[in-house]
Structures are given as structure tokens and as C-alpha cells.
């Protein structure tokens, strides 16, 4: 597999992956090591005897920026016994900045030294051939994160990967390879879909599956907010380098809004739904991006589900319009609304009853799902979700490529048929990087 290359101005020394490495359990050894591409097999952290203090778990983090930050504060505020011992991202300057915003908060819980400040596009490699890193934290542009996850894998490192997985159909093989790795592996893959992790979802929708409303028949679900952030490129900066820095707004790096922010929906009807949609059809367009932004500010699709159950999704991105963060669940007794954020979620009856409903708490959903991680590490039961979260993230492409083309796009092309594959594999920071221009219905190709 190729990977991005040329451009790192520091990095590590250059050894090969260590025979041996321990790993972090309460008691006992919690798995066996597993091959590398580069070295024998390893031994996890935990053989040690179980009457000796166990050692911290090790992070790192992949991508320095608002939500790479944000994951690891959440690690470390939430978790004992753990310590961040690496910092990559694209910017030298990003990683000292979290480096140094955190030893104020963390001192105890930060051992990052000089040497283990990585950057560069090729930065993430260094993370995987330290030796002191068992769990590698991926918040880089979502272009990368099925390619950089599968890597990790074969590293014999545990991951936690933010959401989306992946923003085409050849990530989404890749996402299920990683799983299948991670599973023979014993290692984990815990990822960003905080959501499933927040109480007053995961009662609303056992709820919905015990048959609280009956049978399902249709849903709606809402992502509309009034804009999104955008970075004005800078003077002197190469197409691939300004595409990196404004990554929102390129397709081959966030998927568009649908993959890169609404995805935390589609993730809830999926999981509501007990699965991926059998078909999409959608539309929509653009009317106040950024002239070089690739994005469209709308999008609204029909997801069929098994059983002839259609979602309504609808997206957006403008501003002075009205914002609405929902799902809305209709079935013959009744209907559920969860609302996003902390906006908590209900069930009443079709004569407008209320008879349950619950608040939310989305910060404590943040760090539950890196408490899940580092538990499930330490109890030798590693969690696996990739294949969950990159059926989701499927979805939302599925959606995109029906609302760019036209057409009615199945499940089974995406998963089947399709050859997308539009992230670059030798990316050159001076290089062009991967400009497609903006989806025109009827004159998009669905491949």
C-alpha cells in the first residue's frame, strides 16, 4: 500500500519496529502480539506478573487540530492510569501548541518529549514505529483515516478513530479489513460516533427496538446548521498544501458535509434501523460556498431501508436559515424524537402523550467513549466497531453519490461494483493534490 510521501522535516530515529513491547492490564496478560509488516511478533503490554503495578497506556495523537485536541483532553480527563507520549500533525507549530496547552492541564499525564513531536505528511508513520505507543488516537481529515487506521493495525497498535471512517467506497474495503485485522489481532478499534455512547440515545433506541412504538414505518433525520469554517489560503501555498489546510472543503479530504459532519445521524438511523439502507435517491446543490469550496451548502436524500422503510435526511450549511439537529422515528403506536447535542430525547403516543423522555449529555458521551477504549484494553476484551462505523460513513457517501449524479444509487454498487477511489495514494505537499470541482447532476459519473 502507498501512502503520502515526501515531507517530514523531523522525525524519529529510523529502527525497526521492537520483538517486544508490554502492554497495560490489572491483572494478567490481556492478548497475544501480532506480526508487523516490518517485524516478528510482539508481546502487548500486561505479561508482566499480575502481583507487579501495571504500566500506563501509552497514547498518541494523529492530527493536532480542534477535534484531535479535544479527543485527547477527553482521554486524559477521564482516564486514570494512561499517559500521551506523542504528538503528529501536518504543523511542527500545532504539536507544540497542544503540547503545551495540556502539561499545564495534565502534568502527570504527559510524557512528550522533543523527540516525539512528529510532523510532516508522513508524520503518523513515525507514531507507528515507536515502540512506547500502544493506543494511536487518528483525528487527521477523514481521507485518511481508513488507510492510516489499517496501517496502525498491522503495528499491532490499539486505535481510536474519529468519525467518518472513510469518504469512498475503496476506504470503506479498507475500514473492513482493519476490523478483520483488529479482531484476529486482539487489538481495538474504538471510534468517534460518541452518540452511541450517550444514555438518553442508547435508551431511546432500546426503546424503539423492545417496541415501545410499535412497529417502524418511517423516520426523518435532520442535520441544518448555518455554516461551516473556511480558511482563506495563504501566499506561497502549493494546491496540495492549501487543499490540506482548508480540507473541508475538498471532497477527497472530508467527503463533503454529509460524510463529514452528518454522518453522526445517519449513523443514528443505521443503528435504529438495525443496519445500512438498501438504496438512496436524492438532489441538492449550492448557493453560498466559497467559489473554490467543492462542497454543496444542501442536500436532501430518501433512504430506502429492508422492509420499504424510508428515511427523509436532509443536510445543510446556510446561514439565516433555521438550525435542526434531529431524528424522528415514526411507528404504529407512536413516535420517538431524539435531538442532537444536549437536546435530550422523547416517546409519545400518536395522541401526542408523552410517556417517556430523557435529558442528554454530549460531553459525557465524549469521554465515555475514550473510558470505553482504555477498559476494554485493560480487561483483555478489546471493542471492535470500525465495520459498524464504516458502514455509516458508507451510507453517507451512498447519499452523496445519489445527490451528485442523480441517480438511484444501491447499496450493492457501493459495496459491490463501485471503483471510487479518490484519495491520492503518493500525495506531494508541492504537488497539485486532488481537485475534482463541483458535482453538476446528470453530468456526474457514478463509478
Given at each position: 500500500m502507498n501512502h503520502p510521501t515526501n515531507s517530514t522535516s523531523k522525525a524519529c530515529s529510523q529502527e525497526p519496529l521492537p520483538t517486544r513491547r508490554k502492554f497495560i492490564k490489572k491483572?494478567?496478560?490481556?492478548?497475544?502480539?501480532?506480526?508487523?509488516?516490518?517485524?516478528?511478533?510482539?508481546?502487548?503490554?500486561?505479561?508482566?506478573?499480575?502481583?507487579?503495578?501495571?504500566?500506563?497506556?501509552?497514547l498518541a495523537i494523529v492530527g493536532a487540530g480542534g477535534r484531535g485536541s479535544g479527543a485527547v483532553n477527553d482521554s486524559l480527563t477521564i482516564n486514570e492510569g494512561v499517559k500521551l507520549v506523542a504528538i503528529a500533525d501536518l504543523e511542527e507549530r500545532k504539536c507544540q501548541n497542544l503540547r503545551k496547552s495540556l502539561s499545564n492541564r495534565f502534568p502527570d499525564k504527559l510524557d512528550v518529549k522533543d523527540g516525539d513531536l512528529y510532523h510532516g505528511l508522513d508524520a503518523y508513520k513515525r507514531v507507528l514505529d515507536n515502540k512506547d505507543v500502544?493506543?494511536?488516537?487518528?483525528?487527521?481529515?477523514?481521507?485518511?483515516?481508513?488507510p492510516y487506521v489499517l496501517d496502525a493495525v498491522d503495528a499491532g497498535k490499539h486505535v481510536f478513530a474519529e468519525k467518518p471512517t472513510?469518504?469512498?467506497?475503496?476506504?470503506?474495503?479498507?475500514?473492513l479489513e482493519a476490523d478483520k485485522k483488529a479482531r484476529a489481532n486482539k487489538t481495538a478499534i474504538v471510534t468517534g460516533t460518541q452518540y452511541r455512547r450517550q444514555t438518553n440515545y442508547v435508551e431511546a433506541i432500546k426503546r424503539i427496538h423492545d417496541g415501545e412504538i410499535g412497529d417502524i414505518v418511517s423516520a426523518t433525520s435532520r442535520y441544518c446548521s448555518n455554516g461551516i469554517w473556511y480558511r482563506q489560503r495563504k501566499e506561497g501555498m502549493s494546491d496540495a498544501e492549501y487543499q490540506l489546510y482548508n480540507w473541508m472543503h475538498f471532497i477527497w479530504l472530508s467527503g463533503d458535509q454529509i460524510c463529514e459532519q452528518a454522518v453522526h445521524n445517519i449513523d443514528t438511523i443505521n443503528w435504529v434501523m438495525g443496519g445500512p439502507p438498501v438504496s438512496a435517491y436524492g438532489g441538492g446543490g449550492r448557493f453560498t460556498r466559497p467559489d473554490d469550496s467543492e462542497m454543496w451548502?444542501?442536500?436532501?436524500?430518501?433512504?430506502?431501508?429492508?422492509?420499504?422503510?424510508?428515511?427523509?435526511?436532509i443536510c445543510r450549511q446556510i446561514p439565516s436559515t433555521k438550525s435542526d439537529n434531529s431524528n424522528v422515528i415514526y411507528g404504529t403506536k407512536g413516535t420517538c424524537t431524539i435531538l442532537g447535542a444536549n437536546s435530550g430525547a422523547s416517546i409519545k403516543t400518536r395522541d401526542g402523550e408523552v410517556t417517556w423522555e430523557m435529558g442528554g449529555n454530549?460531553?459525557?458521551?465524549?469521554k465515555q467513549e475514550h473510558k470505553a477504549l482504555v477498559d476494554s484494553i485493560r480487561e483483555g476484551k478489546p471493542i471492535v466497531e470500525f465495520a459498524e462505523t464504516a458502514a455509516s460513513s458508507l451510507t453517507a457517501v451512498l447519499g452523496r453519490l445519489?445527490?451528485?449524479?442523480?441517480?438511484?444509487?444501491?447499496?450493492?454498487?457501493?459495496?459491490?461494483?463501485?471503483?471510487?477511489?479518490?484519495?491520492?495514494?503518493?500525495?506531494?505537499?508541492?504537488?497539485?493534490g486532488a481537485l475534482r470541482g463541483v458535482a453538476i447532476p446528470g453530468k456526474e459519473e457514478l463509478v
Open positions: 491483572s494478567g496478560a490481556i492478548s497475544a502480539g501480532v506480526a508487523s509488516t516490518f517485524a516478528a511478533t510482539r508481546v502487548l503490554r500486561g505479561d508482566e506478573p499480575a502481583e507487579s503495578k501495571p504500566e500506563p497506556i501509552r500502544d493506543v494511536v488516537m487518528f483525528a487527521t481529515p477523514p481521507g485518511f483515516r481508513a472513510c469518504v469512498d467506497p475503496a476506504g470503506y474495503h479498507q475500514c451548502d444542501n442536500m436532501a436524500v430518501d433512504y430506502v431501508y429492508p422492509g420499504d422503510k424510508v428515511v427523509s435526511f454530549i460531553g459525557d458521551a465524549y445519489a445527490a451528485y449524479t442523480g441517480q438511484a444509487v444501491t447499496w450493492d454498487f457501493v459495496t459491490n461494483e463501485s471503483k471510487m477511489d479518490i484519495v491520492p495514494k503518493d500525495l506531494d505537499i508541492k504537488g497539485p
